[in-house]
């Protein structure tokens, strides 16, 4: 495993309401819109609960 961080783009649409929210976010859930994006579908996944399972899961297939 290398300690080069692997970064992917990916662009997303929003309508200019949706813009508008993620505008108001700023400074709360990150400083640039790419920050802002990414934290809230970090912070969906962790409250899913998606983050854990997944990680739990790889943790038992390794293990197997």
């Not at 970064?7 to 400083?31: A, H, N, P």
Request: no cysteine.
């Amino acid at each position: 495993m290398s300690n080069k961080k692997e970064t992917r783009r990916i662009q997303v649409v929003f309508t200019q309401e949706q813009y508008e929210l993620l505008q108001k976010l700023k400074g709360e859930m990150g400083s640039s819109d790419s920050e802002v994006v990414r934290n809230i579908v970090l912070n969906w996944l962790m409250e899913k609960s998606f983050i854990s399972t997944t990680v739990k899961s790889k943790l038992k297939e390794e293990r197997e």
